[in-house]
Nanobody, 126 residues
Framework: QVQLVESGGGLVQAGGSLRLSCAASGRTFSSYGMGWFRQAPGKEREFVAAITRSGSSTYYADSVKGRFTISRDNAQNTMFLQMNSLKPEDTAVYYC???????????????????WGQGTQVTVSS
């Protein structure tokens, strides 16, 4: 079992920045590919970004590429999402997820994961 807890959400003006954190406990953090997802009201959950176990490779949705950066600190069992140049359309509940498959990042990019956090609200005002 892996427990995931997101933090860092809040209200920010368009053009601003936020940094989300995902703290993991339980089994070995470095055994899991990790990802960020979001769900806006009335919409399906969508992939935002993923990172491999070592952190050597990252993947992004086209809508956030160049504005968001995913990273992880395996020594601290924590993953991050730095969000810059935020837009009102980025408003959503943001979730972190972990997947233990060999093809973890491929699964994460299809919004498939073994474990999910409870989410943190991000609201971007215009």
């Amino acid at each position: 079992q892996v427990q995931l807890v997101e933090s860092g959400g809040g209200l920010v003006q368009a053009g601003g920045s936020l940094r989300l954190s995902c703290a993991a406990s339980g089994r070995t953090f470095s055994s899991y590919g990790m990802g960020w997802f979001r769900q806006a009201p009335g919409k399906e959950r969508e992939f935002v970004a993923a990172i491999t176990r070592s952190g050597s490779s990252t993947y992004y949705a086209d809508s956030v590429k160049g504005r968001f950066t995913i990273s992880r600190d395996n020594a601290q069992n924590t993953m991050f999402l730095q969000m810059n140049s935020l837009k009102p359309e980025d408003t959503a509940v943001y979730y972190c997820a972990a997947d233990g498959a060999l093809s973890a990042t491929s699964r994460l990019r299809r919004a498939q994961a073994d474990y999910w956090g409870q989410g943190t609200q991000v609201t971007v005002s215009s």
